[in-house]
Nanobody, 124 residues
Framework: VQLVESGGGWVQPGGYLRLTCAAS????????VAWFRQVPGKEREGVLV????????WHSDSAKGRFTVSRDNAANTAYLQMNSLKPDDTAIYYC??????????????????WGQGTQVTVSS
């Protein structure tokens, strides 16, 4: 099983990025897909999780109204669209798959597989 993130980079405040999580070795639409982020010295933070294609998505407060998730089932790929980016969004972003429930979606132990991360830097 492999999850590979891409699409990170540098963007100015107010800009946007779309991250990609490409899966192999598993069928992504059988799992919830989550995005986490981490900055040095801090715990990995849940950004959002999409339980299933077309299903419910739970967001962190910081992601609500700005970040959305989508999937391409044929490509076995998920995306994180990030709009109105702020400097506080600077972090390494990870995708993960698992089967969380509402009370556990932010718990990293809920997820079976992780990608290697992609750096997002928001600055002027």
């Amino acid at each position: 099983v492999q999850l590979v993130e891409s699409g990170g980079g540098w963007v100015q405040p107010g800009g946007y990025l779309r991250l990609t999580c490409a899966a192999s070795g598993l069928t992504l639409n059988s799992y919830a897909v989550a995005w986490f982020r981490q900055v040095p010295g801090k715990e990995r933070e849940g950004v959002l999780v999409n339980r299933s294609p077309g299903g419910m998505t739970w967001h962190s407060d910081s992601a609500k109204g700005r970040f959305t998730v989508s999937r391409d089932n044929a490509a076995n790929t998920a995306y994180l669209q990030m709009n109105s980016l702020k400097p506080d969004d600077t972090a390494i972003y990870y995708c993960a798959v698992g089967r969380p429930i509402a009370s556990s979606w932010r718990d990293t132990r809920t997820y079976h597989y992780w990608g290697q991360g992609t750096q997002v830097t928001v600055s002027s």
